[in-house]
């Protein structure tokens, strides 16, 4: 797909802001991970930033530009086939469980902005782009989960047509977040 300005395939030198958009995008999940990667001593947002710029060389994520600088970011795919969660850990299982019901459907797996870029619509134009690439594809479906506790996220996909088709509890151990429950919201694009 041809990506024009103020969007752009993300480098690996985007890695840190990258870092920082999956961990707005994954209420802080993805931290437990990197810390237990760093272990002990170790610099977990220097982890963080080493996977996403691996990301980003692959050409997985796509980042919006103000300024010579990346304000908002999306990583999406297919979701093609199911996996199973044997061996997951418990804080993702329910993650996979959503996932595997939207078979078919392109998801949205992280789109953030940066929090002084939020209410410009990067969102909204990042949404508009990804359906964009679902479309190109093929693909007649859009998906993405959203914590019920992120209701400002919650409103923006409600508003491009997003609805709830499924939820399930969030497993805290030991995560420290007002999430209750994750939510799969799809949308149509026919």
Known sequence: MHIEPPFRLATAADGPILARFIMWAGEGLPMLVWQDLAGDGGDPWAIGGERMARKAEAGEVIVADRDGAAVAGLMGYPIRDTEGTDGM??????????????????????????????????????????????????IGEMSIIVSDANRGARRLYERKGYGEAARRPAVKDGWENPVTDWVLLRKSLS
């Open 89 to 138: 850990p418990p804080r993702f299982v329910p993650l996979q469980e959503l996932e595997n019901l939207a078979v078919g459907s392109y998801y949205i797996h992280v789109l953030a902005t940066l929090p002084q870029a939020r209410g410009e619509g990067w969102g909204g134009r990042l949404i508009d782009l990804a359906e964009d690439i679902a479309a190109e594809e093929g």
